[in-house]
């Protein structure tokens, strides 16, 4: 019998070539949420810019959508947001910047294909940013970099470029080139084309800034030596080969640069049609046996996402899903990987930040969120017909414990409903052990702000106020049922059972770990960075 998903759809290959489906990663405070709303303003997705510190006359950022991240003005939780642009399909995944929150964008990152690195033209290659850079390469992401805040005092753009193919090893192609200084910007030169694109203000920058281009020769005129110094500093990026070509972008030996002003929405727009015409579309992503699954394939996707109290109207969570081969609809009975058994996705929407719509249709590249699809984890893959699995994320290892008790023991039943939920969600990591009792779950993070995150979701999403205890441990190792025995009662140690199932022994600090290992050299402690799954079959 033939079903539908035997039957080649056209429009496949086609949806898929149009959806242009990327991250934005930047160290905090770069300017990221604010170049996300500049983005959806250009694309005129939205029709005023919201601020992440509240400034006068503008609104809230659609990505920013929790009351911790308008209080501090930081992202802390991804938010997916689909527009459109000309004939192109953006899918932007928004992820936190915040060192603390780097597991979700590792699994962000896993499901987009290309990366726009934002970097502060004052700060230079921050930290974080290096992080993330490192995880795009790994992954091989294309990368697109962007230099913010040029209105303001910064660096020379020349010392920049050295910087960026000294720390990153890639060659920066830039396609346009300030004219004047960081902090005195005139507008920027079109490498390409060698028009001036004049930097005019908004009010606020709550609304778009018109582009104004003007030839060279009225650019001379009416820069004089500002436009001469940049023209002189284009050609010496010409004489170094520094040109984007698309090969070596795709390839990872590339990053093609922009300069621009976030906050007053100039240079946006180049970036928005760097994506359309340079940027990936959705392509064949690698199975978890190394192939490569077509996107004319029948429909696959994976959750790189769960989600809860997005919108107070909808006591719900969903699933954020990637969609990987073929066409999404809304109805299908798809196959959980994980346990074989099906499910229909009666209930299936479209993410604006918080807001949702009813889907009918997804293709590859798009992110489709699944609504009380209670079976699915983060990690977990789909598919229609024919079987396929992708890589599993893999958890990072804790290096911050709290112990969580309810301050009020009536509410034992919300408390324990919101921590499972926050532990499905992969919010933090819920560990047991039968020396505590069940009903004191310890709690381990990779930042300490996730326990922020936590108490916060706690009050609010479950009413169930909660208290914590800072525990003694700096280091997680997986281990296994004998050396756990061994471990019991040993001094500066305890040992717990993960919510999955996995044992994990805590150490008060690295040296106690290996004084351990010294005294007991044959125990199973592995590092769980560097875990693989061959490591408990």
Known sequence: MTT????????????????RTFAVISHPDAGKSTLTEALLLHARAITSAGATHGKAGRS?????????????????????????????????????????????????????????MLVDAAKGLEPQTMKLFAVCKQRGLPVITVINKWDRPGDTPLALMDEIQTRTGLLPTPLNWPVGEAGDLRGVLDRRSGDFLRYTRTAGGATVAESVRLDAADAAIEEGPAWASAVEESELLDAESQNHDSELFLDGQTTP?????????????????TLVEFAPPAEARIDIDGNPRKVTSPFSGFVFKVQSGMNSAHRDHVAFVRVCSGEFRRGMVVTHAATGRPFATKYAQQLFGKERTVTDQAWPGDIVGLVNASALRVGDSIFEDERVEFPPLPLFSPEHFRAIRPVDSSKHKQFRRGIDQLDHEGIIQVMRSEVRGEQAPVLGAVGPMQFEVVEDRMVHDFHADIRM??????????????S??????????????????TLLALFSTPWRLQAIIKENPKLVLIDIANATADDFM
């Open 469 to 482: 205890e800072a525990l003694p441990y700096q280091v997680a190792r997986k281990t296994d049922k004998e």
């Open 257 to 273: 640069v922009l300069f621009c002003a976030a906050v007053a929405n100039f240079g946006v727009q180049q970036l928005l049609d």
């Open 60 to 116: 809230g950022t659609v990505s920013d959508w929790m009351e911790m991240e308008k209080a501090r003005g930081i992202s802390v939780t991804s938010a997916a947001i689909q527009f459109e642009y000309h004939d192109a399909v953006i899918n932007l995944v928004d992820t936190p910047g915040h060192a603390d929150f780097s597991e979700d964008t590792f699994r962000v990152l896993s499901a987009v294909d290309a990366a726009v």
């Open 4 to 19: 539908v998903a035997d039957v080649p759809n056209p429009q496949v290959p086609r949806e898929a070539l149009r959806r």
């Open 484 to 501: 756990a025995l061994v471990l019991a009662g040993t001094r500066q140690v305890e040992v717990f059972t993960r919510s999955d199932g």
